[in-house]
């Protein structure tokens, strides 16, 4: 495996859906063992371009590598690389929790040898041990969704790609969530994505964000730096506010709005 | 700017080399088969409640039929001619509805989720293809259990019964991506939903699944002749009642159905996680 010098690169991403631009000139670099946050409004481009790091998508224009990778000249080696949770609750409830990550150790080719350690593992690490042979039917939201980080992980991914991971989530699972993803990045080295509309979830979890709005990222940089930029005390939300125009501006189709409200029902 | 991570990309070290592709499709037909396998076991309910249908047209339009001995079957009673064509069409009805799973499975983000796994599309269509046959097995396995009771005169020889299952697996395969690439066509459940039970009826009552073909008029004998149906049912005809069939053309022709049917389903699929 050579050496990428970033985990994540993009470069001028362009994706047009009919007459919108979802991605309009973005670029990216995500370096190694961070934990980077998209973050915007709904319709922003945020998973559109998550769709396209994780070979859903060929971009139209521009390019983006993973580990050095090319999305769309090497797609199957990228996706051996990654770990991607998407935004809805994708977990299979008529499956124990066990057989669900079983599923995804077959999937990504993780040796017979080493599988059944390899899923006590990722269980242990997201708390899921107790649960693992009940359906999970009868999982809360939170589990669910530390279920999906394990499926996630049995793979060992070197980058980790996280659309919405709490959104719906209650404060006490989401923190729960959130503790989870830092222990994980400082016991691994993994490279983590992940989108967001909550401020104060790019505020606890990311080294470094990105604001994007309309298709393009309007700002990058540290939480910290980026409302010092703007005044002592600045918040995260003022920093927003600035880079995406007035708050209540509303973005985004009914079905991003459908599609987030039908997770938070599923997550109860 | 982060600092370099405690365990320094540790993760990328051990990566087993990527299987070959015959592998990757071989491995990834078993586990999708032992997916589906495992949630059949956890809930029953669906295999019961999908049993009545065939029970019905065996009890009811079987043995009526077959005391009005309205319709020549030859040396075979009528109960005995239908039954493989029961069996064809309880597995035709799973399998032409597997597209709104999927459609399910896209909405639920299931879908990107296996797409973003290393798995190829065609092993990932076929591997559904074959997962959606363990269900349509499970129906053949009642229907046959049925004829057990019924004392129909089946040829019981298990190499028989092994074909049969062959050929009712490779039959639901191909419904099954049939529906997997209008699912890919037309994008929404409730279409779906509809078109389904627009062509089931015509599927089944176009086909040889409860009357000889030569009883047919000359327009429906042509519907037939391309209908993969008729050629599930005369294989399944040939192996469990020994009525003279071109097993090898039936066989034939269902591969090849099925060849057309996973390469149209994979390039179909995509338009579902765009």
């Known amino acids: 495996m050579s050496e990428a010098s970033l985990a994540i690169e993009c470069r001028n991403l362009v994706q047009v859906f009919g007459t919108t631009r979802a991605l309009d000139g973005v670029s990216l670099s995500v370096e190694h063992g961070e934990i980077f946050g998209l973050l915007g409004p709904n319709g922003a481009g945020k998973t559109t371009t998550i769709r396209i790091l994780t070979t859903l998508l060929p971009p139209m224009e521009g390019m983006a590598l993973v580990e050095g990778l090319d999305v769309r000249r090497d797609a199957m080696a990228v996706r051996r690389l990654l770990g991607y949770v998407p935004q809805q609750l994708s977990a299979d409830a008529t499956l124990s929790g066990y057989e ?40 809360s939201g939170g589990m669910v ?26 404060p006490v699972a989401r923190a729960g969530v959130w503790e989870r993803v830092r222990a994980l990045q400082a016991e691994t ?60 501006e509303e973005q985004g189709s009914i079905r991003d709005v459908r599609g987030t409200r039908r997770t938070a029902r599923r997550l109860g | 700017m982060s600092a370099a991570p405690a365990v320094p990309r540790a993760v990328l070290a051990d990566r087993p080399p990527a299987p070959p592709l015959w592998r990757l499709l071989a491995s990834r037909i078993v586990t999708l088969c032992l997916a589906e396998w495992l949630k059949v076991r956890h809930d029953r309910t669906e295999l019961y409640t999908r049993a009545i249908q065939p029970v019905l047209w065996l ?25 493989p064509g029961i069996m064809a069409q309880s597995a035709l009805f799973i399998s032409i509805f597997f597209g709104i799973q999927i459609i399910w499975e896209r909405d639920a983000g299931v879908l990107a989720k296996l797409m973003a796994t290393p798995t190829p599309r065609a092993a990932l269509v076929a591997g559904k ?24 005169g089946l040829n019981w020889n298990p190499l028989h019964l092994l074909a049969a299952i062959v050929i009712v697996v490779i039959g639901s395969a191909f419904f099954t991506m049939l529906s997997v690439s209008l699912a890919g066509l ?32 000359a327009w429906l004998q042509a519907v037939t002749v391309v209908n993969p149906l008729s050629y599930e049912v005369d294989g399944l005809r040939g192996v469990l009642l020994g009525t003279p069939a071109n097993l090898w053309l ?25």
């Not at chain 1, 150790?105 to 899923?119: F, G, H, K, T």
């Not at chain 1, 070197?158 to 959104?167: A, C, G, K, R, Y």
């Open chain 2, 59 to 83: 009890l009811i339009f079987g043995e009526t039929f077959n005391r009005l001995r309205a319709i020549p079957t030859g040396n075979h009673p009528y109960l005995d001619y239908l039954a």
């Open chain 2, 186 to 217: 037309v994008l929404k459940r409730d279409r779906l939903m509809g078109i389904g039970q627009a062509i089931t009826m015509p599927l089944f009552f176009g086909s040889n699944a409860l009357y000889p073909v030569h009883l047919m008029p």
């Open chain 1, 145 to 170: 969704r530390r279920l999906e980080l394990a499926q996630a992980l049995v793979n060992r991914p070197s980058v980790l790609i996280l659309d919405e991971p709490t959104v719906g989530l209650d």
């Open chain 1, 100 to 139: 669900n990550i079983w599923l995804y150790a077959r999937l990504y080719d993780v040796p017979r040898a080493d599988r059944r350690r390899r899923i006590e593992e990722a269980l242990t690490m997201m708390g899921l041990t107790e649960a693992a042979d009940r359906l999970v039917a009868t999982y």
């Open chain 1, 189 to 248: 080295g993994m490279t983590v994505l992940l989108t967001t509309h909550y401020m104060e979830e790019a505020d606890a979890l990311c080294q470094r964000i990105a604001v994007m709005h309309h298709g393009q990222v309007r700002a990058v940089g540290t939480p910290d730096g980026l409302k010092a930029g703007l005044g002592p005390t600045a918040t995260l939300e003022d920093v927003f506010r600035h880079f995406t125009g007035d708050l209540l």
């Open chain 2, 250 to 274: 039936d066989c034939g022709v269902l591969i090849v159905a099925l060849g057309i049917g996973i390469t149209t389903a994979s390039a179909l699929l995509p338009r579902l996680t765009r």
């Open chain 2, 129 to 152: 293809a074959f997962a959606s046959s363990i269900r349509a097995v499970s129906q053949v396995v009642i229907v046959l259990v049925l004829c057990a009771i019924l004392r129909l």
